[in-house]
């Protein structure tokens, strides 16, 4: 189980009705969540819902160390209000403006710029939450790491393009 990064795409109605109505922001998030846990997952560029699952923490601790980040994909944004309390922290949300900024960055920062920053032992230090692969090769937690960046990027440059806010739950 563990911890993952959840993400939904919410269309500028959909963002107005969730902060008006945390029942129904709730149950949206729910259903999408849902569907994607039950289904093949859409890809990133065309899904409501998705997660990077526990690649969170070190990808939140490489976009840190590299800088330069003009919004956080990971805790930033404001609150969302949910009719039910999340384990790790409130919902919140960027809205399509911090969408896009976001966006932009991610597209222009290639993984191999944020791996330079990548150090087992520090992370280990710093308590980052590890993946299971952070205790074979390298290479693989590169591999999966990289592999969640790309489908991020993906999934916000898409949000960015549609002008859609983004709500960031730690589940």
Known sequence: MGIHCEYVRLSPAGLRRSLSDPSWAQEHIDELGDAWAEGEPLPPEKAPFFSIEKAWHKLHHLLAAHGGMPVDVIHGGAE???EDELDYGPARYLSPEGVARAG????ATPFDILARH???AAMRRAEIYLLPESDAEVPADLDTLRHRYEELTRFFAAAATARDAVAL???
């Open 118 to 120: 990548y150090d087992l």
């Open 80 to 82: 969302l209000p949910l």
């Open 104 to 107: 932009g960055f991610l597209a």
């Open 169 to 171: 739950m730690l589940a």
